[in-house]
């Protein structure tokens, strides 16, 4: 059994920062890929940044320069720093992690950005 916890959403001003972090627990072996996918109402589910075992990692364009994907192996956890939030960037985050060739997902965080 792998659980993912997220934690770190909440209601943000525009230009003001989040950072949303996510725990996996359970029976794992090895975790390869961690990343974060978002929807927004209406919309579909879209990668915003992933990281690999080896810590590479891959941005949407539309976060690229404001948001910082990272990880700690020790924790197996894995951290999305959002900074310059805008109206935009308001969804429900996602946290998937990809252990050997099985994708697990949280349950979702809430981030708006509103004044």
């Known amino acids: 059994q792998v659980q993912l916890v997220e934690s770190g959403g909440g209601l943000v001003q525009p230009g003001g920062s989040l950072r949303l972090s996510c725990a996996v627990s359970g029976t794992i072996l090895s975790i390869n890929a961690m990343g974060w996918y978002r929807q927004a109402p209406g919309k579909q589910r879209e990668l915003v940044a992933r990281i690999t075992s080896g810590g590479s990692t891959n941005y949407a364009y539309s976060v690229k320069g404001r948001f910082t994907i990272s990880r700690d192996n020790a924790k197996n956890t894995v951290y999305l720093q959002m900074n310059s939030l805008k109206p935009e960037d308001t969804a429900v985050y996602y946290c998937?992690?990809?252990?050997?060739?099985?994708?697990?997902w949280g349950q979702g965080t809430q981030v708006t950005v509103s004044s």
């Open positions: 998937n992690v990809l252990l050997g060739y099985t994708d697990y």
